[in-house]
């Protein structure tokens, strides 16, 4: 049986534009699930919070424990968790690891990036019940440079088969990162799930975003976002006071002492 998020998140698709952002702990996801219809505990938390310079090397307990986090602050949101590179190279290891991270985080759902050959993968995990959101286009897992996809015709048609074959294999979602307008555009039309774009413009159902780019904290800033607050700036301000008070001796003052 699907889950009742699942089933309220797939109705909107041409209805109503679906909100997602990242979160990799608990003081986050309390605030955007006031306003997301999805949260994403991504594998992006290997460069924002660790500092790695792909995702490659993130490991199913780290993304276990982050997960964990997360959902502890959310009460409405859908929650989806990334599968990290290797932890689904086979059917059996990715029923293995799905079920792990599902059962020991409490999310609703997992995230696995397409190579356009594991849609078996998305397919034995589907038939466990278990819930699938796919992910096309720049997939960082599996491609090591950055571009853009379906610009080429040849493009265009892969990335067409590439999604109907996700949702043929039971996704009840997928990610677009880094696709043409006019190839989104397309999907979006054709496919009966959800789209969710990523640098894949306004014609996709919903949008994602890394939560520390758009809050001006991550220090990675691509074409396709937008920084809505430059939090480092206010919290260097309240650090740089918090260190003057320190050294004057203003703080504490009596009513912070016991």
Known sequence: MMNKKIKKFIKKKNKIKLVCLTAYSKNISVILDKFC????????????VYGMKNTHN?????????????????????TVVDMPKGSYTNNNLAIKNAKYLIKETNCDAIKIESNNKNFHIIKSLTNKKIPVMGHIGFTPQFKKKFKISGKKESD???LINEAKN??????????????????????????????????ASKYCDGQILVTDDILGLSGFYPKFVKKYVKLDKIVS???????NEVKRVSFPKKNNSF
């Open 156 to 158: 265009k048609k892969k």
């Open 37 to 48: 219809d999805l949260i994403l505990v991504g594998d992006s938390l290997a460069n924002v």
């Open 237 to 243: 301000k309240a650090v740089n006071k918090y260190k």
């Open 58 to 78: 993130i490991t199913l307990e780290i993304m276990k424990n982050h997960a964990r986090s997360v959902k502890l602050g959310v009460k409405k949101s859908l």
């Open 166 to 199: 996700i949702e043929k294999a039971g996704a009840f979602s997928i990610v677009l990162e880094c696709i043409s307008e006019k190839v989104a555009r397309e999907i979006t039309k054709t496919l009966k799930i959800p789209t969710i774009g990523i640098g």
